[in-house]
């Protein structure tokens, strides 16, 4: 199984940046909800989550129909590879790992088409066609933002990459990270009748309910109908559930948490290019993807580590392990605390 979901020692004083949750916090609207509704676990929740998938269809735009509820996003990575006939899969890499472990679990084939760092870990139309063409995929895995590399596209280059292969190809868009972006949803494809499109969000990040396990996925009603037919009961808790009727509730928290992301990723991703023996690439979501030029992340991690910082190091990232590491956005406070460590650590290793 993949090691990820935060620093797992004993250290009680580690500040833990492996982790990508929103530095503001949990919404008060949401609190207040979980907190009323704490006399309501004495009794089984819908089955099907109904009335949370009503108030996410209104607040999105799109049918009930269209939507389906998971415990967490990784509950619906797995069960979109176990509704449809296995087949072969393109997966967009470097990126989550999980993609690899459900389809292999599902008994899908799958090839990782690994973009290149020079282009900043962009595809374009030209090379996925070429792709496509080796390998006659049917199915897409792409995420966006990209975890760990953070790489954003619009919504228009989106409409370009789908639209350059043929309908019958599935896309799987992880947009766990969007909404920490301004760019626009593929929800919107859904909207206009795209049937060939699954599109995963996290509402885990974002939100800062890790603990709560909530997530849900936009596709065409025919698409939704096949996981709904393997999918198990009752998998969404009564306070999930409540959570997810009052998650788009609070428009000012979710702006606020925009501006907040988009201005501190560029004082951070400044201060880190001032930092010798490191290099750090250009994010559209709430972390940054960071290469070490001359030295193994192993050390860098205990040197951290011995400083109270912990990072996510890329040893299961085929193309970054033992060089490139990640970092989230946190508060103000603590991302001078990194940036400091950071600067001491790789000052100290030039001196050695």
């Given at each position: 199984?993949?090691?990820?979901?935060g620093y797992t020692g004993d250290n009680k004083n580690i500040l833990d940046f492996s982790i990508n949750i929103n530095p503001l916090g949990m919404p008060q609207t949401i609190r207040q909800a979980?907190?009323?509704?704490?006399?309501?676990?004495?009794?089984?929740?819908?089955?099907?989550?109904?009335?949370?998938?009503?108030?996410?269809?209104?607040?999105?735009?799109?049918?009930?129909?269209?939507?389906?509820?998971?415990?967490?996003?990784?509950?619906?990575?797995?069960?979109?590879?176990r509704s449809i006939t296995p087949g072969k899969a393109l997966i967009l890499s470097p990126t989550f790992n999980e993609y690899k472990r459900a389809l292999t679990l599902n008994n899908w084939t799958?090839?990782?088409?690994?973009?290149?760092?020079?282009?900043?870990?962009?595809?374009?139309?030209?090379?996925?066609?070429?792709?496509?063409?080796?390998?006659?995929?049917?199915?897409?895995?792409i995420c966006n933002p990209n975890n760990p590399t953070g790489t954003l596209y619009s919504l228009e280059v989106m409409k370009k990459l789908i639209g350059s292969l043929p309908d019958s190809v599935?896309?799987?868009?992880?947009?766990?990270?969007?909404?920490?972006?301004?760019?626009?949803?593929?929800?919107?494809?859904?909207?206009?009748?795209?049937?060939?499109?699954?599109?995963?969000?996290?509402?885990?990040?974002?939100?800062?309910?890790?603990?709560?396990?909530?997530?849900?996925?936009?596709?065409?009603?025919?698409?939704?109908?096949?996981?709904?037919?393997?999918?198990?009961?009752?998998?969404?808790?009564?306070?999930?559930?409540?959570?997810?009727?009052?998650?788009?509730?609070?428009?000012?928290?979710?702006?606020?948490?925009?501006?907040?992301?988009?201005?501190?990723?560029?004082?951070?991703?400044?201060?880190?290019?001032?930092?010798?023996?490191?290099?750090?690439?250009?994010?559209?979501?709430?972390?940054?993807?960071?290469?070490?030029?001359?030295?193994?992340?192993?050390?860098?991690?205990?040197?951290?580590?011995?400083?109270?910082?912990?990072?996510?190091?890329?040893?299961?990232?085929?193309?970054?392990?033992?060089?490139?590491?990640?970092?989230?956005?946190?508060?103000?406070?603590?991302?001078?605390?990194?940036?400091?460590?950071?600067?001491?650590?790789?000052?100290?290793?030039?001196?050695?």
């Amino acid at each position: 199984m993949n090691q990820h979901g935060g620093y797992t020692g004993d250290n009680k004083n580690i500040l833990d940046f492996s982790i990508n949750i929103n530095p503001l916090g949990m919404p008060q609207t949401i609190r207040q909800a979980l907190h009323s509704a704490l006399d309501e676990v004495d009794i089984y929740p819908e089955i099907d989550g109904k009335s949370a998938k009503h108030a996410l269809a209104q607040a999105l735009g799109c049918y009930e129909n269209q939507l389906i509820l998971g415990n967490g996003a990784s509950e619906l990575i797995y069960l979109f590879p176990r509704s449809i006939t296995p087949g072969k899969a393109l997966i967009l890499s470097p990126t989550f790992n999980e993609y690899k472990r459900a389809l292999t679990l599902n008994n899908w084939t799958y090839t990782p088409f690994y973009l290149k760092k020079e282009n900043g870990f962009r595809i374009e139309v030209e090379e996925l066609v070429k792709a496509y063409e080796s390998h006659r995929p049917d199915v897409v895995y792409i995420c966006n933002p990209n975890n760990p590399t953070g790489t954003l596209y619009s919504l228009e280059v989106m409409k370009k990459l789908i639209g350059s292969l043929p309908d019958s190809v599935l896309w799987f868009i992880d947009e766990s990270f969007i909404e920490f972006t301004e760019e626009e949803s593929c929800d919107q494809l859904v909207r206009d009748g795209w049937k060939n499109i699954f599109i995963l969000r996290s509402l885990t990040k974002f939100f800062a309910l890790p603990g709560l396990r909530l997530g849900y996925a936009i596709a065409s009603k025919a698409m939704i109908t096949k996981l709904n037919r393997y999918k198990e009961p009752w998998t969404i808790n009564t306070l999930a559930l409540v959570a997810a009727e009052k998650i788009y509730d609070d428009s000012e928290y979710i702006q606020k948490t925009r501006d907040y992301i988009r201005k501190e990723r560029q004082r951070v991703f400044r201060e880190f290019q001032n930092i010798n023996g490191i290099i750090p690439y250009p994010s559209g979501a709430d972390f940054h993807l960071i290469a070490l030029e001359n030295n193994n992340t192993d050390w860098l991690l205990k040197a951290l580590n011995e400083k109270n910082i912990h990072i996510r190091t890329c040893e299961d990232f085929h193309g970054l392990e033992g060089t490139h590491f990640r970092v989230a956005i946190k508060s103000i406070e603590d991302n001078n605390r990194l940036i400091k460590a950071l600067r001491e650590v790789m000052e100290a290793s030039h001196e050695a």
